[in-house]
């Protein structure tokens, strides 16, 4: 039986995701489907647009907050909604992406939580003999 791309921990004051992926792309992509789970109810949201994602850090730990912060800017700032992630290069310090989905006006849109930020509160990034694994937290 195989693992879920993700699943929800519940924390105190914040809200976070144990994320699995095959490949480090796969974490990512499964990563960036947990924001938009977390942030949306439940809503039919169409692959019509593309958009350029990219994303630098010091180590994978960095590299996965500000990939969910890249994305989370986006939804914030712009209105997207995505429904799929397509990784193009993932290494250690950079990530190279498309997100695929649909701007929408703020007003249409159904938040689920108000997901403020991404924290580096016990964020893990490793290596696994089914793969790899990640935990990360959101200021909500």
């Not at 976070?16 to 977390?38: E, I, K, Q």
């Not at 990530?95 to 701007?103: L, N, V």
């Not at 991404?118 to 990034?125: C, G, K, M, R």
Request: some cysteine.
């Amino acid at each position: 039986m195989s693992k879920p791309p993700y699943e929800v921990l519940e924390h105190t004051a914040d809200v976070g995701l144990r994320v699995y992926g095959r490949t480090l792309p796969d974490l990512f992509a499964n990563a960036g489907l947990g924001l938009m789970s977390l942030a949306f109810e439940s809503q039919t949201v169409r692959a019509s647009d593309r958009l350029a994602l990219s994303a630098q850090g010091a180590d994978l730990e960095d590299l996965l907050v500000h990939w969910l912060s890249e994305i989370l800017y986006f939804v914030d700032a712009e209105g997207w909604v995505f429904s799929r992630f397509s990784i193009g290069r993932c290494e250690e310090n950079t990530i190279e992406a498309e997100g695929w989905g649909e701007r929408r006006d703020p007003a249409a849109r159904s938040r689920a939580v108000a997901v403020k930020a991404v924290t580096y509160h016990q964020v893990s990034v490793k290596e696994t003999a089914d793969g790899w694994e990640a935990v990360v937290y959101f200021d909500i």
